[in-house]
């Protein structure tokens, strides 16, 4: 049974999307010891530096979405299925920085989709709680694992039709955010594709780095940070960095 993960980058006008692919890269080879795909375009394809052994899919990204005033293209997951060479798939954010060997053991899950309802704000303040935000618990599409089959095919054609209509199931489930969000859409297609009953999760909160935080230093083993006046860092700790000035570190 072949096992990898699937990677999603897209440079935009303002942030370069590659640079924080390459760091994720070196890492997933360093510490997960995982085949790696990376979806992108050529455009994307042609700033990169040599990354060694790695798949390439190249796809045209779908415009439109954009995060604090900056365009954002990361509306394709729906494509991951499909695009994916492997029977079991880890598809991870390219800003989830695995400094650890943490995610490998999911690959070896019974389960036919997995993925996370909790991120873990790493500066104590707990800035994630996202229930208040919607009906629906929303979960992180950061990370997760999916296999190959019946049920994960489910899922995904669900998640087709959740973004063909997400403008209906934002106002169904009470969404506070109008923009689409992978978030969301598969909090929903889950829901939906599981017959509104519970579905599986991923047993771990994900290490998140809030987006007013700057990254001043990374090296193989971790990062440092600061917020306002408090410096900070990790050491052998995975880290979802919002702050995408961390393509210029």
């Known amino acids: 049974m072949t096992k990898g993960v699937l990677l999603f980058c897209f440079d935009t006008a303002e942030v370069k999307y590659h640079k924080i692919l390459e760091r994720c890269v070196a890492l997933v080879k360093k510490n997960l010891k995982l085949e790696i795909t990376v979806v992108t375009n050529f455009d994307t394809y042609k700033n990169l530096k040599p990354l060694g052994f790695i798949n390439y899919k190249f796809i045209e990204p779908e415009l439109g979405n954009t995060k604090l005033g900056k365009e954002w293209r990361n509306v394709d997951r729906h494509l ?134 700057e990254v001043l230093q990374i090296d193989d083993t971790g990062i440092a940070w600061k917020y306002q006046d408090q410096f900070n860092f990790t050491t052998d700790q995975d880290v979802h960095v919002l702050n995408k000035e961390l393509a210029n570190v």
């Open 80 to 213: 991951a299925y499909e695009l994916s060479p492997y029977d079991t798939t880890m598809v991870m954010d390219i800003d989830y920085l695995p400094f650890s060997d943490n995610l490998r053991k999911f690959l070896d899950t019974g389960y036919d989709f997995l993925i996370s309802k909790t991120a873990h704000d790493l500066t104590g303040r707990n800035t994630f709680d996202q229930r208040r935000w919607s009906m629906i618990d929303m979960v992180w599409a950061t990370v997760f694992v999916f296999r190959k089959g019946k049920k994960a095919k489910r899922v995904f054609d669900t998640l087709k039709y959740v973004k063909d209509y997400y403008a209906y199931f934002l106002e169904l489930y009470r969404i506070y955010d109008k923009q689409f969000r992978n978030d969301y859409a598969f909090a929903i297609a889950l829901q939906q594709a599981n017959g509104f009953l519970d579905y599986d999760t991923l047993p771990i909160s994900l290490p998140t780095l809030p987006p007013d935080c």
